[in-house]
Antibody
Framework: EMQLVDSGGGLVKPGGSLRLSCEVS????????VSWVRQAPGKGLEWVGR??????????EYAAPVKARFTISRDGSKHTVHLQMNSLQSEDTAVYYC??????????????WGQGTLVTVSS | QSVLTQPPSASGTPGQRVTISCSGS????????VFWYQQPPGAAPKLLIY???HRPSGVPDRFSASKSGTSVSLAISSLRSEDEADYYC???????????FGTGTKVAVL
């Protein structure tokens, strides 16, 4: 069964850091691109960033609001993708979802999603 | 701020047809495939339409989509109560070098 499990969310103070994890199962991990998408309370979806598959070089790209503060990495031994978030601000408060990118349904599709993990940035 | 514009809401009675529009520009919808996502209340989004007008396995054929120039639309024929959800269009934007989402449309079944 194809599954993504997000974890690591919680309450963090402004300026703090947090690391989210996305455990991927049921996929050929070395061929899997993964993105992070977030959703602020009561708001729409916003793309955060993506990491290419190991077979495609593993490069990362980020949305402008998080560039230089967020870093996506992958651990092949644990089939896990991490989102390291630094210098967090109140505007980063959101549910964060990890998704596969183009695994079965064409490039640029977010075809499978995790259940989401809530990040709250507040003093 | 979303670069893809959708109406905030749409509604219909069971069995009716509902259409949702999504408007973009030449740097996004005009050049790239468009995808649609369905997000039921309190749940994660799910891929509904890929590459403009294709349905993933398991998605009922009541859902269809089309593209024309820099706009796309999603149609739900024969509306059912379980279709109550938020719907988002999405694509890659060449100018931003980023994925972009529509503003989202909440569909209500009256």
């Amino acid at each position: 069964e194809m599954q993504l499990v997000d974890s690591g969310g919680g309450l963090v103070k402004p300026g703090g850091s947090l690391r989210l994890s996305c455990e991927v199962s049921g996929f050929t991990f070395t061929k899997t691109w993964v993105s992070w998408v977030r959703q602020a309370p009561g708001k729409g979806l916003e793309w955060v960033g993506r990491i290419r598959s190991e077979t495609d070089g593993g490069a990362t790209e980020y949305a402008a609001p998080v560039k230089a503060r967020f870093t996506i990495s992958r651990d092949g031994s644990k089939h896990t993708v991490h989102l390291q978030m630094n210098s967090l601000q109140s505007e980063d408060t959101a549910v964060y979802y990890c998704t596969t990118v183009g695994y079965n349904y064409g490039s640029e599709s977010f075809d499978y999603w995790g259940q989401g993990t809530l990040v709250t940035v507040s003093s | 701020q979303s670069v893809l514009t959708q109406p905030p809401s749409a509604s219909g009675t069971p069995g009716q047809r509902v259409t949702i529009s999504c408007s973009g520009s030449s740097s996004n919808i005009g050049r790239n495939y468009v995808f649609w996502y369905q997000q039921p209340p309190g749940a994660a989004p799910k891929l509904l339409i890929y590459r403009n007008d294709h349905r993933p396995s398991g998605v009922p054929d009541r859902f269809s989509a089309s593209k024309s120039g820099t706009s796309v639309s999603l149609a739900i024929s024969s509306l059912r109560s379980e279709d109550e959800a938020d719907y988002y269009c999405s694509t890659w934007d060449d100018s931003l070098s980023a994925y972009v989402f529509g503003t989202g449309t909440k569909v209500a079944v009256l």
